[in-house]
């Protein structure tokens, strides 16, 4: 008599909605690398979540976004060259970090055509979209003022 074993992706999958949560910048990579992982995972019968809006600047991340988030049991953020430079992206990404110390999510990050140690130690691409966050944030704070 053989002994079946329950399926990999039900018995990784219990208690989450989805087994892994891309995390991207649409522009960088949703129709090349992120698009064709997000095939390869759900073609092997992981379930997946993949944002199909391309989002704008000023859009905030959503409620929905969010809970997709919480019930994601792996984050794969791919961080490409102009991820940084989208304030949605970070948002995603500090709730994806908040749930890995909190709740001992696993996340597996994927360099796609950044250094690590760019990302790390926000030098290139990553320094400059993150001076430019935070110069926008010091403009609209109100804070700062144009002299007269």
């Known amino acids: 008599m053989a002994i079946q074993s329950p399926s990999s992706s039900s018995s990784f999958s219990y208690g ?6 891309l995390s991207f910048r649409g522009t960088d990579t949703r129709h090349g690398f992120t698009g064709n992982l997000y095939k390869a995972l759900t073609d092997k019968g992981i379930h997946t979540f993949i ?3 391309d ?3 000023g859009d905030e991340i959503t409620p929905s976004l969010l809970k997709a988030i919480d019930e994601s049991r792996i984050f794969i953020p ?10 949605f992206c970070l948002d995603e990404l500090v709730h994806i970090i908040h749930c890995y ?3 001992g999510r696993l996340v597996l990050p994927v360099f796609f055509g950044v250094e690590p140690t ?11 979209a993150l001076a430019e966050h935070e110069k926008r944030d010091w403009a609209t704070s109100g804070l700062w003022k144009e002299p007269v």
Do not use: M, P, W
Request: charged fraction near 20%; glycine fraction near 6%; aromatic fraction near 20%.
């Open 51 to 53: 944002d199909d809006n």
């Open 16 to 21: 989450f909605t989805y087994q892994v949560f």
């Open 118 to 128: 760019n990302v790390r130690h926000q030098k290139g691409s990553y320094g400059e």
């Open 78 to 87: 791919v961080f490409s060259i102009n991820y940084a430079y989208s304030s």
């Open 101 to 103: 110390k909190t709740k």
């Open 55 to 57: 989002l704008q600047r």
